[in-house]
RNA sequence: UCCAGCGAAGCCGAAUGGUCAGGCAGCCGGCUGUUAACCGGUCAUCUCGGAGGUUCGAUUCCUCCCGCUGGAGCCA
């Protein structure tokens, strides 16, 4: 059930990197090199003690600082604008302000609603900061233990999860028999002293001294502490969003969306949001979700990319992030009917400079996983050595190589030609030790949209990442193609509707200009860095062939 | 759409052509440090997904249907 493992690392190393190695970017950032950077924060007291003038200052100065320390590929990319010789002013530093204040606390920030006059309630993820202090919780029942003269409740409260020890000495009769009886996801105010944990250093335990239960439940909770079938979690999954596991899941899906947010912000990009109604199909091959738009027919979106071209010419880089739809039948671990994508888009750039920016936003945003949700990960029981190796470059092979890996490895049957299924995808990204970057597909397989190569106009200006691990394919895209007469050859050649693309014609008519982009699923990454078997819990509440419900 | 597997109390789940083991949760009790706690006790007519068939007898074998799970195609 699990995808298999890779062992194996990469075999033509020496031939890819000579090759391949993109002009810009220095070199591949070391594992020490990471680790080392990310020290420097982790040791910095959580923000909400600090004054926000304080935060601000620091804030400011600190990329001066690190520059004397940093790493020689740090400092040239720090001198190095990204008007002046980075064509893709893509930047690797990892450290932003936000990566460094949310490093070591989960919550990350000073509330920006104050608390009430006299209150002391405390998020349980802050308890670190009041040991000693007599604190009021606000929570859920998450488990009960007892043991004679004790009760251990685990209270959770959305920040995380901490035990509060009922002790008879300490609490009336009545209260400790009350403690005794509380049933599992009982609501309940805590009130007692923050200590450190009677057996486990480094961990906090509340000793308490009053518990109010504000809401029982009605009924008894059905997800009991141990296992159950899937179909029965997904029937219940408004209360399984309740569980550590999913919490840990949830908790990396947010990481992972910020690092998007702030590897586009960081380099310059534009939000564009695209519009979820559409008039037809972008790509006209997978089947779309129809509507009645107030009579005519409407399609959910299946991407935003050609509209994001449109922006591109307007706003030079661009991105858009927001759910996508596809109505196809696929019942596998790696589909979901409504899921959600970002997708860039860069004015006069080309494949080669697409390929660099993958590369670099996926570094990006699983440094910033593992610099920041460690416990999660944890949680989540993941290996996390294969993900410490996504480094920028990516090994990068043709579509011509692959089906010749394929060929050599069990798929004797490949052919020039054919499309790869998610077995493929697996034998191609087992020959590497991070993701795999493959590109110039046959035309025939793409899209109408892809740019032709110059050399081969049989081929596609395209790429694919894949990752590793057996999670297959996660971003997706190339050069466009910005010949008028030849994407006007295109859409007649996939008898697609010329009407509906009029607009996007317009776009080859006012100024052409060379451009490209990828898309990236989030889920599959959230799936992928978290090492779970199925995409379907990657996303608070999964849409999939056979559900639309809770 | 096709292929394969599965369908038993609130949940997980063994066995079986002759009437559902065990466990979790629940309930009662025990234990000053437990941590998917543990120990003892207790509980459930669940027509063993539905319909039909074979049989003296089916939860168990066969057929169809429904549901679920995984996969193929398609895709991120």
Partial sequence: MSPPSSGRRWRSRSSWKARTRPPAVAGRVSTRDSRSSRSTSSGTRPPSRRSSSIRTRSARRRPRARLAEAPAWRRDHRLRSPDRGNPTGVMTDTKTPEATTTASTPT?????????????????ARLADHVGEEVTLRGWLYNKRSSGKLHFLEVRDGSGVVQAVVFKGDVSPELFAQADRLQQETSLEVIGTVKEHGKIKGQYEVGVKDVK??????????????EHGTDFLMDNRHLWLRSKRQHAIMRVRHSIIKAVRDFFDLNDFTLIDAPIFTPNACEGTSNLFQTDYHGDPAYLTQ?????????????????????????????????????????????????????????????????????????????????TKMLENVQAPFPRITYHQAIEILQQNGHPEAKVGDDFGGDEETVISNKFDRPVIVHRYPMNLKAFYFA????????????????????GEIVG?????????????????????????????????????PHAGFGLGIERTVSWICGLPHVRETIPFPRMLNRLAP
């Fill in 477 to 513: 895209g190339g050069q466009r193609e910005e010949d008028l007469a030849r994407l006007e050859g295109a859409i007649t050649e996939h008898n697609l509707p010329r009407e509906a693309f009029e607009w996007y014609l317009d776009l080859r008519r006012y100024g052409t200009f």
């Fill in 108 to 124: 990350g920030r000073v509330p920006t609603v104050p608390p009430l006059p006299g209150s002391n309630v405390v998020a349980i």
């Fill in 303 to 383: 991407s935003g990319q050609l509209y994001m071209e449109a922006a591109a010419a307007a706003f030079g880089k661009v991105y858009c992030f927001g759910p996508t739809f596809r109505a196809e039948k696929s019942k596998t671990r790696r589909h979901l009917a409504e899921f959600w994508m970002v997708e860039p888009e860069v004015a006069f750039m080309k494949l080669e400079e697409d390929m660099v920016l993958a590369e670099h936003f996926l570094s990006y945003i699983v440094q910033r996983v593992l610099e920041t949700r460690q416990n999660e990960l944890k949680i989540l029981e993941r290996d």
């Fill in 452 to 471: 032709r190569d110059a050399n081969d106009p049989s081929l596609a200006l395209n790429m694919d990442v894949l990752a590793p691990e057996g999670y």
């Fill in 213 to 226: 239960v504000l809401g029982a439940p009605a009924r008894e909770y059905p997800i009991s502490p141990k």
